[in-house]
């Protein structure tokens, strides 16, 4: 279980996360949404330890990621995709996806190669396997960023706005793999601004507002009326009846 | 008296072989200011105040001293508290210590110049810093330093020139002692001229060079 309890972070005077709880168990699907600047990406960089907080807990499968000691093992449970997709500019698709496990959990270097070869295949890029980060386009990078965090076999996959860079088409391909992940039991905490997709595949929705968690609950309840009793959830729910929900 | 580089003729395989102490001395000296210049960037970029502070005097003060003082204090200083080197050695030493304050410096604005995305992904991915250094930073500093390297480079052979005083042959070292032999400075002088012109030259084409190659992939995003 990963667990979050009454994270508190600030950047300066600015609060951006306050007391934020929130639980994410082995196989669930959980979206996390708000406007801009709500904390979202702050939660992430939290939970995989890129961020350090004032107060809280935070715990993965009850290692304490804020313990120099006890980080290491946390962040070996959990896998990170992010929006900028950072790849290693210097190594091919398939070496990016290889380092880590070659030289984190110490596994032989051609049972990882053929490994990051079946993933990148699962993801419609074989083909490109031998390319580098600068020859592939923005939804490829990413696609090949996703198979860089499987491939660490991770308990928690973290994905931190990963198409707010892409365009649409690109933003398709990307969650065409995601949405196979969410169905294949793949536990999730998925950073987003898309509602539709977060719909579509997550167990529970949490909406963050100035840093404050003020909703977590099934998906179904969070679009319905529970969801929009919320007078903040009901304005941000508004501003997308445009798109299809 | 007429400009007659024939008389030079005789002179040319002398020549050479200076200019082959020449390359030898500062082949010797890039690799050791690389060397000198990754282990001091990784200081200056270093968690540890200490390292940083110490690798920033290091840079400093010899940025900040005559070459030619250097070498004196190494070749006619230090025997006189019982540390005798050679001439060569000297020379390349030297020059490695010189050059690497000037290598570390653009090794380091390589590292700086890396993207913090890239490093945060190979930091929640468990490697340790030393990894992170040596498969990550190290690779993608190395690659956009090669220009500025090269420029590095180009001075240290222009300095090597300096080694003439402290009794190396190299090509400057050589050239006078063929001005002393045939009285004629100005063709040896001239030829002089173009001969560094020409090793300088072909420096900068190699790095040059060397940049295209290893950033053919990377296109665009390394300029």
Redesign the interface.
Known sequence: MLSVNGLCKSFGTHKVLDGVNLTLNPGEVVSVLGASGSGKSTLIRCI???EKFEAGAITVDGFDVAKPKEL?EA??R???V?Q?F?????MTAVENIA??PV??LKRPKAEVIAEARALLDRVGLAHRADA????LSGGQRQRVGIC?ALA?QPRYLLLDEVTSALDPEMTAEVLDILKVLATTGTTMLFVTHEIAFARSISHRIVFLEKGELIADMPTADFFSERGRSLPRVAQFLSKLQGEAL | MGFDLSILAKHVPFLLEGLWLTTVVCLGALAGSIVLGIVVAACRTAASPLARRLSAIYVDVFRNIPFIVQLFFFYFGLPEVGIYIEAAPTGIIALSIAGGAYTSDVIRAGILAIEPGILEAAEVSGLTRRKIFTKVILPIALRTSIRPLGAVCVNLVLTSSVLSTITLNELTGSAKIVAAETFRPFEVYAALLVAYACLTYAVSGLFGAVHRHVNRHTAGEVA
């Open positions: 995989n330890g890129l290491a962040r070996r959990s896998a990170t992010f900028q950072n790849l290693y500019p210097h380092l880590a030289e984190v580098y980060p600068a020859q860089r660490m």
